[in-house]
């Protein structure tokens, strides 16, 4: 029953470094999102994912690109990482739904600093 | 279009009832209730659809106010284990795929 898993768990980067966050779902889900959580700002949606193949931007896209190749991953990349990033990454999954009526399910979130 | 949630904060003795709303400037199709404890993932509860229908929890109540555009989370009988920050996501006509995240709700359950 492993859910929604996220890797790694903790990343301390440099300004200027880039890296990758994976995301992988053993639920078979079509949905799959990024959020990112920042003290006081709640959930904000950076890049989404209806299917294998398809990504859309969220609220707050800039810097970060995403790609999902399988169904089952769903990745998060940082080109060129900024102190602004700094912040905990969460990633979440659910079945395809109209009007969102399936519960999203959530990793244990990444946790990330960039210096 | 983030919907407003309010109070901010509650402070609960165990045992005691609370009410968590969520209001949107928009017409909703569905709200998503979830509860996130320090340092963890925000974990589901329930959903409220258009027309009524609700999944979720046993033990915790929600409305959904079609015509107010605003719904509510009933904590009756808290328990210690209630404590934590309460977040609502909704979604709207024509933006149905993702959710929009209200601030969240303090939580506090004390003995």
């Known amino acids: 029953n492993a859910g929604v898993t996220q890797t790694p768990k903790f990343r301390v980067l440099k300004t200027g470094q880039s890296m990758t966050l994976l995301c992988a779902q053993d639920?078979?889900?079509?949905?799959m999102y990024w959020y990112r959580q920042d003290p006081g700002m709640g959930l904000r949606l950076i890049h989404y994912?209806?299917?294998?193949?398809?990504?859309a931007k969220g609220e707050v896209p800039d810097g970060y690109n995403v790609s999902r190749l399988k169904k089952q991953n769903f990745l998060l990349g940082l080109e060129s990482a900024a102190p602004s990033q700094t912040s905990v990454y969460f990633c979440?999954?659910?079945?395809?739904?109209?009007?969102?009526?399936?519960?999203?399910?959530f990793g244990d979130g990444t946790r990330l600093s960039i210096l | 279009q983030q919907p407003v949630q309010s109070p901010q904060a509650v402070i609960l003795r165990e045992g005691e009832d609370a009410v968590i709303n969520c209001s949107s400037s928009k017409a909703l199709y569905s709200v998503h209730w979830y509860r996130q404890k320090h340092g963890e993932a925000p974990v589901f509860l329930m959903i409220?659809?258009?027309g009524g229908e609700q999944k979720g929890h046993e033990k915790i109540s929600a409305s959904f106010n079609e015509k107010k555009q605003q719904s509510s989370l009933y904590l009756t009988a808290s328990q210690l284990s209630y404590s934590g920050t309460y977040f609502c996501g909704t979604a709207y006509a024509g933006n149905n795929r993702k959710l929009i995240w209200g601030l969240g709700t303090s939580l506090a359950v004390n003995p």
């Open positions: 994912s209806v299917g294998e193949g398809t990504t």
């Open positions: 979440a999954s659910s079945y395809a739904a109209s009007y969102s009526n399936q519960p999203q399910h």
């Open positions: 639920m078979n889900h079509e949905y």
């Open positions: 409220l659809l258009k």
